[in-house]
């Protein structure tokens, strides 16, 4: 059954997402793209906290999560393995000092496993780490297209982790992550004759393959201050990386038909990136980390804070020199919570279900034409029971409202609403057959 689930989850979300791009966000433009975010729906509607985890939930911030005790089921005759598997859909409306439009994306999140080993976990998966897209229309001073910038594309990631249950309520863990993937980008300087344009436009293209591993490390720590009440902590740090990019960038003389915008394409001449040491470059991934605490009763309810730290301005890609934007250190402030009526209630469906809520505010890290660009973003969330209630399965709902941005200096601010929706699925690692 929970195959079965997670193809079919798959396929919808692989269909939707081939008839449109993850992202579709001016912001996009800059350095490699919108960061995704790197966790599950119930951390995600939790305002993102990454220091909650259980038995029965995949935590893909912090590798710690990967170990510890182990949810045992069927009268302790197996110990399940944790799948899940997210996507969201988001609607976007781009709102400028003049003028608003709205804009969609679907995006397939994550689809990762662990399983335990004695006191070690292991971890794996793949999601998206950024993404590129934007369709953008800068005017001149005559009021008529001076340049058009068009991108697409992004990196993705797959991790290997081991979480060590060093002690009871503590542990440690380390991830390895690949990132690959390629972003191409477009440029249309439109030249005119008094008002008219010109047969001919020059289109610039670029095309970066990138690909390269970083690391994280985790800290999870769990202890009883009361009989009921837990204090839970965490701590990771992501160390500083490099991306290798390998460039092509070519430029073509081009007509574009007024009544469809189809672009034909008259000549073409590459760039010798070589002769400028520009065919290979090194991108830099900046450090974080980050920390977090909070208190609750186990299976009942829970409150948390987090904060992180980023050093965004170590950002660098020689290939590219954005004008008006600079990196600064960025940083992001989460709060949130659960509440379970009763975990256990296998005779009432609805007290067993999960309800979250956070909130975060956050600094990107971008500063363009002296505007910081921060984000906000409250969230809520539920956790369905599915199947078979001895193995604590669940469908996760989650809605967010966020904006990122402003208006003023000529930008765009970004006000949109995320629906994301995950399985959480438990299945037998190991049971004991009665019959041979």
């Known amino acids: 059954m929970i195959k079965k689930l997670v193809l079919v989850f798959i396929v919808i979300f692989a269909i939707k997402g081939h008839s449109q791009q993850s992202t579709v966000s001016p912001y996009s433009y800059y350095g490699i793209g919108n960061l995704n975010f790197k966790?599950?729906?119930?951390?995600?509607?939790?305002?993102?906290?990454?220091?909650?985890?259980?038995?029965?939930?995949?935590?893909?911030?912090n590798p710690a999560s990967f170990a510890g005790?182990?949810?045992?089921?069927?009268?302790?005759?197996?110990?399940?393995?944790?799948?899940?598997?997210?996507?969201?859909?988001?609607?976007?409306?781009?709102?400028?000092?003049?003028?608003?439009?709205?804009t969609s994306s679907t995006t397939f999140n994550y689809l990762a496993m662990s399983f335990p080993v004695g006191k070690f976990g292991f971890g794996v998966g793949i999601m998206p780490y950024s993404s590129v897209g934007y369709k953008l229309d800068n005017l001149n001073d005559n009021g008529n297209i001076g340049n058009r910038f068009r991108g697409e594309g992004g990196i993705n990631k797959v991790f290997v982790g081991v979480g060590y249950q060093?002690?009871?309520?503590?542990?440690?863990?380390?991830?390895?992550?690949?990132?690959?993937?390629?972003?191409?980008?477009?440029?249309?300087?439109?030249?005119y004759d008094g008002d008219v344009p010109t047969q001919f436009q020059t289109r610039e293209d670029n095309r970066s393959d990138l690909s390269g591993v970083n690391f994280n490390l985790g800290v999870s720590y769990k202890r009883k201050i009361t009989e009921r009440l837990e204090i839970v902590s965490g701590l990771t740090y992501t160390a500083q990386s490099n991306l290798h990019s390998v460039n092509e960038r070519s430029y073509s003389s081009i007509i574009i038909n007024s009544s469809t915008g189809v672009e034909s394409i008259f000549n073409t001449v590459e760039d010798n990136l070589e002769a400028?040491?520009?065919?290979?470059?090194?991108?830099?991934?900046?450090?974080?980390?980050?920390?977090?605490?909070?208190?609750?009763?186990?299976?009942?309810?829970?409150?948390?804070?987090?904060?992180?730290a980023q050093n965004t301005s170590e950002f660098s890609n020689p290939l590219y020199t954005t004008t008006g934007a600079v990196y600064e250190n960025?940083?992001?402030?989460?709060?949130?919570?659960?509440?379970?009526?009763?975990?256990?209630?296998?005779?009432n469906y609805f007290k067993r279900i999960v309800y979250r809520g956070g909130l975060r505010l956050e600094n990107t890290g971008l500063n363009i034409n002296g505007e910081t660009i921060?984000?906000?973003?409250?969230?809520?969330?539920?956790?369905?029971?599915?199947?078979?209630?001895?193995?604590?399965?669940?469908?996760?709902?989650?809605?967010?409202?966020?904006?990122?941005?402003?208006?003023?200096?000529?930008?765009?601010?970004?006000?949109y609403i995320n629906f994301q929706i995950s399985l959480s699925l438990n299945d037998r690692w190991f049971q004991k057959r009665k019959y041979d």
């Open 166 to 191: 060093v002690m009871s309520g503590l542990s440690v863990g380390f991830d390895a992550q690949y990132n690959f993937g390629n972003i191409q980008n477009s440029i249309i300087a439109f030249q």
């Open 276 to 308: 400028k040491g520009l065919r290979e470059t090194d991108l830099t991934l900046p450090s974080k980390i980050t920390f977090g605490v909070g208190i609750g009763q186990p299976r009942s309810w829970f409150l948390g804070a987090e904060y992180m």
């Open 330 to 347: 960025g940083s992001r402030f989460s709060l949130g919570g659960f509440l379970i009526p009763q975990y256990n209630s296998f005779s």
């Open 39 to 61: 966790g599950t729906v119930e951390n995600r509607s939790m305002g993102g906290l990454s220091i909650y985890n259980d038995s029965i939930h995949v935590n893909l911030r």
């Open 374 to 415: 921060k984000e906000f973003g409250i969230s809520f969330g539920t956790g369905l029971p599915v199947g078979d209630a001895r193995l604590f399965s669940n469908a996760n709902l989650g809605l967010e409202f966020g904006k990122r941005g402003t208006t003023k200096s000529n930008l765009i601010q970004e006000n």
């Open 69 to 102: 005790e182990n949810l045992a089921s069927w009268g302790g005759q197996s110990r399940p393995v944790k799948y899940t598997v997210g996507g969201s859909y988001q609607s976007t409306t781009l709102k400028s000092e003049t003028d608003t439009g709205k």
